[in-house]
């Protein structure tokens, strides 16, 4: 796995484009999305780019990669409430082409079957883009997930709930629902991104050390579609 490697000053900038390109060439895309700090950038960017391109989005499914159990709808740090606020609301993305958790429900498990089973009657995600998180996780799936850990309920790592204090949680969520490794290894293209200077030991341990659970993102390795795309802070 050879990581592309762009400039941190035009990182967002360049992987907006290569966004945009996706859907252009895919109006119908069926894309899942992460939150965390990395892709923000992007998506504070899309709308506009789409528009300055002549692209539309209005075909195109998102999902969503994962969401925070206990925290109630509307509360700013879950992640249905980023992705609307940075991104959806923003886009000409019809209400019946988000894919989501319903992490208000009574039966979680149930959230986790129902979304896979939405995602399945899309015709299966096109394109999962991820962010790498500090140990080594993809989603919600925590070290020691295995390559065909199916969509289900987590328990969070210390590392995610100190995370979402960051996004406004307090107290953190102790709990998540995450689609699993084996519906991202089930993608047809894998995007995995990693931004900052913080990110250079975990992509470091990634390119030296065979798949393994330790390194969630490993198992990525073995896609067939898999793009790393770093900025040169995280490649350092």
Not at 176 to 191: D, M, P, Q
Request: aromatic share 4%.
């Amino acid at each position: 796995m050879t990581p592309e490697v762009l400039p941190a000053a035009t990182w967002a900038d360049l992987v907006t484009e290569r966004l945009v390109d996706a859907i252009a060439a895919r109006p119908a895309l069926v894309l899942c999305l992460p939150t965390g700090s990395t892709p923000l950038p992007v998506y504070d960017l899309l709308p506009a780019r789409l528009t300055a391109r002549g692209v539309s989005a209005a075909a195109v499914t998102i999902v969503a990669l994962d969401e925070f159990l206990g925290l109630p709808a509307g509360q700013p740090a879950r992640c249905d409430a980023v992705l609307r606020r940075r991104l959806l609301d923003r886009l000409d993305i019809p209400v019946g082409r988000w894919i989501g958790f319903d992490a208000d429900g009574a039966d979680p498990d149930a959230a986790c079957l129902a979304l896979d089973a939405a995602v399945a009657a899309a015709g299966g995600i096109d394109l999962v883009v991820l962010g790498l998180g500090a140990n080594g996780h993809i989603g919600m799936n925590e070290p020691g997930s295995a390559a065909d850990a199916p969509t289900r309920v987590v328990a969070l790592a210390p590392s995610t709930r100190e995370a979402a204090v960051g996004y406004g949680a307090d107290p953190p969520p102790t709990h998540g629902v995450t689609l699993g490794l084996a519906s991202i290894l089930a993608a047809r293209e894998v995007w995995l991104l990693a931004t900052g200077a913080h990110k250079a030991v975990i992509l470091r341990r990634l390119v030296d050390q065979p798949p393994s659970p330790a390194i969630p993102a490993s198992w990525l390795l073995d896609h067939p579609n898999l793009r790393v795309i770093v900025d040169d802070a995280a490649f350092s």
